[in-house]
Every structure is written in structure tokens, then in C-alpha cells.
């Protein structure tokens, strides 16, 4: 019905700088909360930054100040920009995405995940 695909994932030194990015397609008749978890090697997943239709944004405290959370409904993608990078930002980022599909049948969508990697 829709797919997620994401890009942006690497590798970076502390203090660099990412930006993820998501985009969805497929029957998609409209898109509600989109969103950005991880999950590190042994740890459970976890929110990162959501973002609702309107555009209003709520962030982990760990990534307050550092992540920006947006997107753009024209192109049916949300981003997430990663400032001051740590290296406990090191995990699977999965992108998430409720999503209204033809006939108007609600879902939740994941992404496959892209790796990011803060290491020096």
C-alpha cells in the first residue's frame, strides 16, 4: 500500500553534522505523524523527533537543541537534521510514518533504517 525509504545515514566525527532523510510513496491518500526512532546495539527503540500534519514538532530530551524535525507534504518526506552529533547518537535510525491509504484504511509504515555512526 506505501513504503518509507530513507537516506542520509554515514558516518561522522563528534560534532558533525547529519540530515536523514524519508520518503514515502504508494497509494497514499494522506499522511498524519511522521517520525524518527533508533535504536542502538543491545537497547530497546526509541523516539527520537515526531512531527503532526500541522507541522508541530516534539523531540527526545537528549536531542533537544541538537535534531530539527520537518518536512514537506508536497513531496511526502520528513527529514531530520543532526547537529553537534555524540557518539551515543550511534544506532539504526527508522523512519515512521502514519499514513492513509487509498480507501481511506489508516497504517502504520516503517522504513528499513539507515545507520549513523558518530565515532572519532
Known amino acids: 500500500q506505501a513504503q518509507l525509504v530513507e537516506s542520509g545515514g554515514g558516518s561522522v566525527q563528534p560534532g558533525g553534522s547529519l540530515e536523514l532523510s524519508c520518503a514515502a510513496s504508494g497509494r497514499i491518500r494522506s499522511i498524519a505523524t511522521m517520525a524518527w526512532y533508533r535504536q542502538a546495539p543491545g537497547k530497546q527503540r526509541e523516539l527520537v523527533a515526531g512531527i503532526t500534519g500541522d507541522g508541530a514538532p516534539n523531540y527526545a530530551d537528549s536531542v533537544k537543541g541538537r535534531f530539527t524535525i520537518s518536512r514537506d507534504n508536497a513531496k511526502k518526506t520528513v527529514y531530520l537534521r543532526m547537529n553537534s552529533l555524540k557518539p551515543e547518537d550511534t544506532a539504526v535510525y527508522y523512519c515512521?510514518?502514519?499514513?492513509?491509504?487509498?480507501?481511506?484504511?489508516?497504517?502504520?509504515?516503517w522504513g528499513q533504517g539507515t545507520q549513523v555512526t558518530v565515532s572519532s
Open positions: 515512521k510514518a502514519e499514513i492513509w491509504t487509498t480507501g481511506w484504511v489508516k497504517g502504520d509504515y
